[in-house]
T-cell receptor
Framework: RKEVEQDPGPFNVPEGATVAFNCTYS??????FFWYRQDCRKEPKLLMS???SGNEDGRFTAQLNRASQYISLLIRDSKLSDSATYLCVVNMMEYGNKLVFGAGTILRVKS | NAGVTQTPKFRVLKTGQSMTLLCAQD?????MYWYRQDPGMGLRLIHY???????AKGEVPDGYNVSRLKKQNFLLGLESAAPSQTSVYFCASRGSGQETQYFGPGTRLLVL
């Protein structure tokens, strides 16, 4: 079983739509959680951290459910520029705070 | 402030050839990492370093070696390249006490 699992998509949505991505992780000892964004095989960039209390940054909302080992990302009012691959990332305390990456979920926003 | 840079951006090797990938960061970060990214898979950690002069194996270290002689540089070496090492290689760095890793633009390597 993969340590971090995501639906690869692609999710094809019209501009203005709301879209949600889910992610599950297998190691209950995981310490912290993130969503990264990756454009066209460029480098991953941090989108937002994910906290147990949930957090929001503009149109983006992230949620963490430690009991179910489940992370989500909600994007409201999708823009063309949101088209990218979204990587669910878990921070493990081993390996010098190694990041474990999901394979990513592809989002395509169309006009 | 360039952040994290990687050279070269792209390279084609023949099986058995050797090469070194260079990662440089100007943020005075203690931690540096080398990942590879393959289609349909998440980034996987090859080697990492927790400070100048120290290196350690990640989850897929076979066929690679690393060195961290200077704090700002982290080198990844392939002694005898194999087609299975065709991949995109990303370097990342992180400051002590921080969680965010900053990535370089990547090196695309094709081994024929």
């Amino acid at each position: 079983r993969k340590e971090v699992e995501q639906d690869p998509g692609p999710f094809n949505v019209p501009e203005g739509a709301t879209v949600a991505f889910n992610c599950t992780y297998s190691n209950s000892a995981s310490q912290s959680f993130f969503w990264y964004r990756q454009d066209c095989r460029k480098e991953p960039k941090l989108l937002m951290s994910v906290y147990s209390s949930g957090n929001e940054d503009g149109r983006f909302t992230a949620q963490l459910n430690r009991a179910s080992q489940y992370i989500s990302l909600l994007i409201r009012d999708s823009k063309l520029s949101d088209s990218a691959t979204y990587l669910c990332v878990v921070n493990m305390m081993e390996y010098g705070n190694k990041l474990v990456f999901g394979a990513g979920t592809i989002l395509r926003v169309k006009s | 402030n360039a952040g994290v840079t990687q050279t070269p951006k792209f390279r084609v090797l023949k099986t058995g050839q050797s090469m070194t990938l260079l990662c440089a960061q100007d943020m005075n970060h203690e931690y540096m990492y080398w990942y590879r990214q393959d289609p349909g898979m998440g980034l996987r950690l090859i080697h990492y370093s927790v400070g100048e002069g120290t290196t350690a194996k990640g989850e897929v270290p076979d066929g690679y070696n690393v060195s961290r002689l200077k704090k700002q540089n982290f080198l990844l070496g392939l002694e005898s390249a194999a087609p299975s090492q065709t991949s995109v290689y990303f370097c990342a760095s992180r400051g002590s006490g921080q969680e965010t890793q900053y990535f370089g633009p990547g090196t695309r390597l094709l081994v024929l």
